[in-house]
C-alpha cells in the first residue's frame, strides 16, 4: 500500500498461531532472563551502569552525547555523571576544545566495576547453561545466531 510520499511500505511477514505463541514465549523468556542478569548491577543503577560502560566505549565523550546515546535529558545525565565521579568510576574535566563542555572518562576502578559486572552476569549464564542436559546444550549454537539475528533485525 503507498504511503502518502507514494512509498510502498513492506508488510509485516504473516505468521501462523504457533508461530506467534512462540514468538510470546520468547518474549517472555527473554524479559525474565534480562531481568536476572540486571539484578546484577554492582550495586549501581541500571542508569549508572550503562552510562559507565557509554563512557568506557565512546571515552572521553562530551556529556551531551552521552546524554544522547543513552537517550536521557542533559540534566539527566549530569547526575548520573556526578554519581559516577563521586564514586570513583570516571574522571570528569573540560574540553580542551570548549570550556564550557566537560568530557568524561572511566578510571581504573570503574573498569574493575564493569568487568566484575559483566563477569558476574556471564557466571550466571554459564552456571544455568551447565545444568542444561547436553543435548539441550548441543543447540546453544544455533540459538545464540538466532538471538543474534534477531537483535541484528533492529540495528539497521
Do not use: F, N, Y
Not at 512509498?7 to 520468547?26: F, G, H, S, W
Not at 551502569?49 to 537517550?71: G, I, Q
Not at 547436553?134 to 545466531?145: G, I, K, N, T, Y
Request: proline fraction near 5%.
Amino acid at each position: 500500500m503507498p504511503s502518502a510520499r507514494g512509498a510502498v511500505k513492506p508488510r509485516p511477514a504473516v505468521i501462523d498461531v504457533d508461530e506467534a505463541a512462540q514468538a510470546a514465549r520468547l518474549r517472555l523468556a527473554v524479559g525474565r532472563l534480562a531481568r536476572q542478569l540486571r539484578r546484577r548491577s554492582g550495586g549501581l543503577t541500571l542508569s549508572q551502569l550503562s552510562a559507565l560502560a557509554s563512557v568506557e566505549l565512546l571515552e572521553p565523550v562530551r556529556l551531551s552525547d552521552l546524554a544522547a546515546r543513552e537517550c536521557v535529558a542533559a540534566p539527566t545525565m549530569t547526575r548520573i555523571a556526578a554519581r559516577l565521579v563521586e564514586s570513583g568510576l570516571c574522571e570528569r574535566r573540560e574540553s580542551p576544545e570548549d570550556a564550557r563542555s566537560a568530557l568524561l572518562t572511566t578510571t581504573a576502578a570503574g573498569r574493575r566495576a564493569l568487568r566484575s559486572v559483566r563477569a558476574e552476569r556471564t557466571q550466571l549464564l554459564a552456571q544455568r547453561l551447565a545444568a542444561l542436559p547436553a543435548e539441550q546444550r548441543a543447540h546453544l549454537p544455533d540459538a545464540v545466531a538466532l538471538l543474534e539475528a534477531l537483535v541484528a533485525g533492529d540495528e539497521g
